[in-house]
Structures are given as structure tokens and as C-alpha cells.
């Protein structure tokens, strides 16, 4: 079923706010439970051809939303997850991580990454992101194991120089926000 342009109104209109409420309640911010409700509507949208009319508009909105606000949880806790595993690596051995707001300006963290070589970028990108052990990233980037840890040490001496001690961490947490690298 298509929506028209009247009905989409209307029912952001009139299910908006139980969403929101909902959202709120998963999400435990605002802000975020904003965003999911706009993305609830965008997938409405983008799929009212998947919409049979078997139950509510509601429940399938419902039910959106809330898939929606689970991954946007799972998805934070496993950028979370791949920075505490990866935390000694990444901030060195007996670093305490002080109090910090944990934004970084996008263009530096990526000029970081766009200025080491491919290979650099692959294993970066391979451990950090795909979570995968140093004999997986020597195998698919085509390299030695201790190729791959020397070329992460190296990325990572760079970044604590170009960040300080005290950021690096929440640079790797930019890194893993953004989206736009993907390996070949």
C-alpha cells in the first residue's frame, strides 16, 4: 500500500507522539528518540509497499521504531564493546581515559586515516571495525601478523600524537562513527 502525501500527514500527525513516547523510553534521550521517530517515518515511507493491512498502522510503526532504537542501543554497545577490547592498543597500558566530552572534529580523524597507506587503512579498518583478530587481517590484507601490528602501532603512535594521550580513544570512537570507509 502507497501512502499519499495526506495520509502520510495524518498519520505522523496522529502516531508521532506515542512513537516519540516510545522511543523515549528505549532510548533514554531526547534527542535520539527524535531522530528515531523521523527515521521511523522515512522507513514508513520508503516501505508502504510492505504494509498489508493485517494489523494497525500502529503496530507496524511500533514495531519500526522499536527495531529501530534497539539497533541504534546494539550498535552504540558494540562501538563501545570494540573500544574496550581494543582499549590497551588503542590508549596504551596504564592509561586512564580522563573526563572528556569525546567529540573530535570528523575532517581531522579522517585526514588521519586518508593519510596512511591503504594497507594501514585496511588493517585499521579490519580490527577496529569488522572486529577481527591480527591472523585474519595479515590474511585478508595479504600481510604478516606482525606487519599488521606494526602498521596499527604505528596509526596509533600518530594519532595519540596528532589527538594527545587523552583523546585518542574517543578518536577511535569518531572513527568507528564514521560510515563512509569501507574495505575492498
Not at 8 to 17: F, I, T, V, W
Not at 102 to 123: P, S, Y
Amino acid at each position: 500500500m502507497d501512502f499519499t502525501e495526506d495520509e502520510l500527514r495524518e498519520l505522523y500527525d496522529r502516531y508521532a507522539p506515542v512513537l516519540l513516547q516510545r522511543c523515549r523510553s528505549i532510548l533514554k534521550n531526547e534527542e535520539a528518540a527524535q531522530d528515531a521517530v523521523q527515521e521511523t517515518f522515512a522507513r514508513v515511507l520508503r516501505n508502504s509497499d510492505t504494509f498489508r493491512q493485517q494489523s494497525s498502522p500502529l503496530t507496524w510503526m511500533y514495531r519500526i521504531s522499536t527495531n529501530y532504537c534497539l539497533n541504534q542501543i546494539r550498535n552504540h554497545s558494540t562501538r563501545q564493546g570494540k573500544l574496550s577490547a581494543n582499549r590497551e592498543d588503542i590508549v596504551g597500558p596504564g592509561f586512564i581515559q580522563p573526563d572528556s566530552d569525546g567529540r573530535h572534529d570528523h575532517n581531522r580523524v579522517l585526514a588521519l586515516l586518508e593519510d596512511a597507506d591503504e594497507q594501514t587503512r585496511r588493517c585499521i579498518v579490519h580490527t577496529y571495525f569488522d572486529d577481527c583478530t591480527r591472523e585474519e587481517v595479515a590474511k585478508m590484507v595479504g600481510i604478516s601478523v606482525p606487519t599488521v601490528r606494526k602498521r596499527i602501532h604505528s596509526f596509533l603512535d600518530r594519532a595519540r600524537r596528532t589527538f594527545g594521550e587523552s583523546a585518542v580513544a574517543s578518536a577511535v570512537i569518531c572513527l568507528c562513527a564514521l560510515t563512509s570507509w569501507s574495505t575492498p
